[in-house]
């Protein structure tokens, strides 16, 4: 079926509800001085658009999310009973404007997809738990077969779920998924991941998600993660993890991967280059235990967030603060002039914003220190923004959910285009989609007509800016073998490094005779080539690893030397160990990128490589390098030598508190003894040794410390009379006047609510019962539990939207009501709690009505680790609050503010709630004109 839309239609849209505001001169979208934005395609060609593609015959191809967690937006939008879709949209005229609509494929299966790739006849769909792959055998558009590629990944209908996938320059796919387990997913091998982590959240469709689970490989890996496999569905690895919800991964021309992570709404959000093998930091290590568990004292939140103080946690990047990151893309062609060239843009839903960062070679890493504002639908970073229409902006319905180029070079945007982001709700109850195309001013942009036919055709082909369409190219290059090698050397003379790159892997892959064409770029002075190629040769020449570190270690750059030390990592220690010996010695004892790359090259062979380089060096003369180094990996054989550094009386105290860190990674009774020797003394590491084994007490070090009493976080007393009223209560065969009375006793004690709570929860009290229980807790004085309560027992009393957003605020009498109400859970400024998420900048997620909405339907929407929980210990005491940590312990953060460290062992039962512990309006005593005023205050930008 085909669906036409005019230019005219599609202008007076716009007209109606894009930009800045309304009116003829509105800009669509701010861009950078040069380039022009237009507006490529809207609804109804398409809704919801998540995930962007593009095919060798210019056409956008689009994945909607139309029946997108209905469980939660069951009040009147859009649906599709017959599964969601993949559509292809199409400029056949030629004008600049989308003119036709084609339905590829419409799919039960399919429910909110998150991902497309067209490579070739193929099209490869990213929809927890499935990856499908759709086969056009005759070119009709038309799907002939269907197949599951890969299957067993958490999060169905969840944003943190999978992602797109990417076929990489070495020819293997790339997919990436968030937090949203468990993940058990198995290859055509048969080889097994299993990723999980402390994150649950209520859906229809969910599974106990659990850490520390155990991959084929023997590893752990926790949360959100990339994989790498072959395009026959072998050979998977994992790339990294431990991410809370990198929404896509960008794998360039030069083998980089790069990211954007979501945060748990603290101003977090980041962009990332990852180096394989590494640790993203969101999770403890095992994944049970959030950061919030995890901060220690004196650390930031951004700090503790990304646990950028642990050893084997990678750098995090550029930490931007709040936001909803989406699509990644570098732009690696001159078509939006070569000022652009290398620039990689990272998609912003929540904060209305794609930016821009030309990364820098900084040491053996990357810099992202010159973030720019790309493209904006306001005409200044949100974190300035001066509004014009303080209550409602359409202008922040901008959500970019993808950033993708054209055949011709031309860079397309997916607008999701609603008024909320985050907490997996919508608000747009029509399923409203545009996509923008931006492009140089007076450049003519026209899409080649790819030949795949010949070798010259692939070899132009490989120079396209549509990664797909270029790799599909370098797939059939290949197939040529060496035949198609005299057509490749002019790419390696290109003036554009990334063009040079993509001839160095598909040199590589063509034998003896593409490997010598590419062998002097080892010594390339462009470092980022030689990279590429030591990249290409260990992808495709694996045996020549240990001879090719050999003779590059004299002269190589640091990012060689960083890439060597992860790629020799699956090489036997007999073969290597002469290597890692000069890699190490390579390492100045400042560049974090090196000093994690060793660890990860190094990992389980930390005690025989400290065996060798340290334990005939006296540990009070070790370099800053090597102390650097033995924190990185802190092996149990270090521990004397740490305790020596620790007991010095001539080391400084950033040194001994150094080593006194190294020794708290070490799970092992005489680090244990360090620390408790430390105990009874005086001073600083005295005061920081006493935090550690109040930490380590409740985790990796529980069995080691199983008479030492900490002096805080005692358990909730337990109520044995709690316990025998419940049990009456329960028991159908007690009488009525017995269960009565045990009801009564429940109704009046604090946790004995809880109790009835969480009965209710299970379903558990009949609804005869749960009138009666109305009345009986007037005295309760906790909003969360009252909120929580009403919930389950009473009348909710929901505030209409509209009565607030018809009534005009006042800032500051908002601002006294935020302070007399927000700051118990939330932060503002510097002042405030950080039980529920920090209000800092909260208009750059919202406008006014939404924030209303999040006001009076606070159990709406949820954001991902916010979910409230009800745990009963087995002495009767209840908590509740938010899971911090789900593993040997379990750690509450309760509505009060109060932290609970409870060994597992005395939890009797816990279940999650679909409860927000932000209490309703009613809850706080608070008016309509209240609220009112506290959405004016927030919005106005002091917050």
């Not at 023997?218 to 072959?230: A, D, E, M, P």
């Not at 009986?776 to 389950?792: G, H, K, N, Q």
Request: aromatic fraction near 8%; proline fraction near 5%; charge should be negative.
């Amino acid at each position: 079926m085909k669906i036409a839309a005019t230019p005219v239609l599609l202008f007076l849209f716009c007209m109606q509800s894009c930009g800045p505001g309304a009116g003829e001169d509105a800009a669509l979208l701010f861009v950078p001085d040069g380039l022009e934005v237009t507006l490529w395609a809207s609804s109804p060609l398409f809704q919801n658009p998540t995930n962007m593609d593009v095919d060798a015959r210019g056409r956008l191809w689009v994945t909607e999310a139309v029946n997108y967690r209905d469980f939660r937006n069951a009040d009147g939008h859009l649906v599709r009973e017959s599964g969601d879709r993949v559509v292809i949209l199409e400029d056949s005229n030629g004008d600049g404007q989308a003119d036709s609509s084609r339905v590829f494929v419409q799919d039960e299966d399919l429910r909110s997809p998150l991902g497309i790739a067209v490579v070739g006849n193929q099209v490869i769909v990213s929809c927890s738990p499935n990856v499908i792959v759709y086969t056009d055998a005759d070119g009709d558009d038309v799907p002939d077969s269907k197949e599951i590629f890969l299957t067993g990944f958490g999060g169905k209908d969840h944003d943190h779920g999978l992602h797109a996938g990417q076929l990489g320059p070495d020819g293997k796919w790339y997919f990436i998924t968030g937090n949203a387990g468990p993940h058990h997913v198995r290859d055509k091998d048969g080889w097994t991941l299993r990723s999980g982590s402390v994150y649950n959240e209520y859906t229809p469709y969910s599974t106990e998600n659990l850490p520390a689970q155990v991959s084929d490989d023997g590893n752990v890996y926790t949360g959100g993660l990339i994989i790498r496999l072959n395009p026959d569905g072998t050979g998977m690895e994992v790339m990294s993890h431990n991410f809370r919800n990198a929404y896509e991964v960008f794998v360039d021309s030069f083998g980089n991967m790069w990211q954007s992570d979501n945060d748990d709404q603290t101003a977090s959000c980041r962009t990332t280059w990852l180096m394989e093998g590494s640790n993203a930091g969101f999770f403890s290590e095992q994944g049970d235990r959030t950061w919030q568990a995890d901060r220690r004292p004196g650390q930031t939140i951004a700090e503790a967030h990304w646990h950028q103080h642990d050893p084997g946690v990678l750098p995090a990047g550029d930490i931007y603060g709040a936001g909803s990151p989406t699509g990644m893309l570098r732009i690696e062609g001159d078509e939006l002039g070569e000022a652009h060239r290398g620039l990689l843009l990272a998609a912003d839903a929540g904060r209305n914003i794609i930016f821009g960062y030309h990364p820098r070679p900084d040491g053996s890493g990357y810099s992202l220190a010159d973030r720019q504002n790309f493209i904006a639908s306001v005409d200044v970073d949100n974190a300035g923004y001066i509004w014009h229409q303080v209550e409602a902006d359409t202008s922040k319905w901008f959500r970019p959910s993808d950033v993708t180029l054209g055949t011709d070079g031309s860079l397309f945007v997916a607008d999701w285009y609603d008024p909320i982001v985050g907490g997996h709700q919508m608000r747009d109850k029509v399923g409203q989609g545009k996509i923008y195309r931006i492009t140089k001013k007076g450049r003519d942009y026209t899409n080649p007509k790819i030949d795949y036919a010949t070798v010259s055709g692939q070899v132009e082909a490989l120079r396209n800016p549509a990664v797909h369409v270029r790799a599909q190219a370098a797939k059939l290059l290949r197939e040529q073998g060496a035949s198609a090698i005299p057509a490749l050397e002019s790419l390696l003379e290109d003036p554009n490094p990334f063009y040079q790159a993509r001839a160095i892997w598909v040199l590589a892959g063509m034998g003896r005779a593409g490997i010598q064409k590419i062998q002097p770029f080892l010594s390339h002075q462009n470092a980022e080539l030689a990279l590429t190629t030591v990249r290409a040769l260990a992808a495709f020449a694996p045996q020549s690893l240990p001879s090719l570190a050999e003779s590059l270690l004299p002269d190589a750059s640091p990012m060689v030397l960083r890439e060597l030390a992860i790629l020799l990592r699956h090489l036997d220690d007999k073969e290597t160990k002469s290597i890692y010996a000069r890699l190490i010695e390579a390492y100045d004892g400042e560049d974090p990128w090196y000093r994690n790359a060793l660890g990860i090259g190094l990992r389980g062979r930390e005690k025989e490589v400290f065996a060798r380089e340290w334990a005939d060096v006296d540990p009070l003369e070790w370099s800053s390098a090597q102390a650097s180094l033995v924190w990185e990996m802190h092996p149990e054989a270090a521990i004397p030598a740490l305790a020596v550094r620790v007991g010095s009386k001539t080391l400084g105290i950033e040194e001994r508190m150094q080593a006194l860190e190294t020794l708290a990674f070490i799970p092992d009774r005489k680090s244990v003894a360090v620390f408790l020797d430390l105990a009874d003394g005086e001073g600083a590491l005295t005061e920081r040794a006493a935090w550690w084994l109040q930490f380590r007490k409740y985790n990796e070090w529980q069995a080691f410390l199983e008479d030492w009493e900490p002096p805080l976080d005692k358990l909730p007393a337990g109520q044995p009379g709690l316990l025998a009223s419940l049990a009456i209560f329960n028991d159908s065969l007690a009488s009525d006047n017995q269960r009565q009375q045990a009801k009564s006793d429940l109704a009046e004690n604090s946790d004995g609510r809880l109790h009835l709570a969480l009965l209710a929860a299970k379903g558990n009290i009949p609804d005869s019962l749960k009138a009666q229980l109305v009345l009986e807790w007037s005295d309760e004085r906790r909003p969360a539990v009252r909120s929580l309560l009403a919930r389950f027992f009473g009348n909710t009393g929901e505030m209409q939207e509209g009565v607030v957003n018809g009534l005009e605020g006042d800032a500051a009498a908002g601002k006294v009501l935020a302070a007399q109400n927000c700051l118990a859970c939330h932060r503002i400024g510097e002042s405030g709690n950080e039980i529920g998420p920090h209000l800092v900048g909260i208009r750059q997620k919202m406008d006014g009505p939404t924030l209303v909405n999040a006001i009076v339907q606070p159990d709406a929407a949820i954001g991902f680790g916010y979910e409230s929980w009800l745990v009963r210990l087995k002495n009767g005491a209840m908590l509740y609050g938010l899971l911090q940590s789900n593993g040997p312990v379990v750690t509450v953060l309760t509505s009060q503010g109060q932290r609970f460290v409870v060994p597992a062992s005395e939890v009797a039962e816990k279940r999650q709630v679909p409860v927000s512990l932000m209490p309703r309006p009613a809850e706080m005593d608070l008016s309509p004109q209240d609220i009112a005023d506290i959405r004016s205050y927030l919005m106005q930008g002091d917050s």
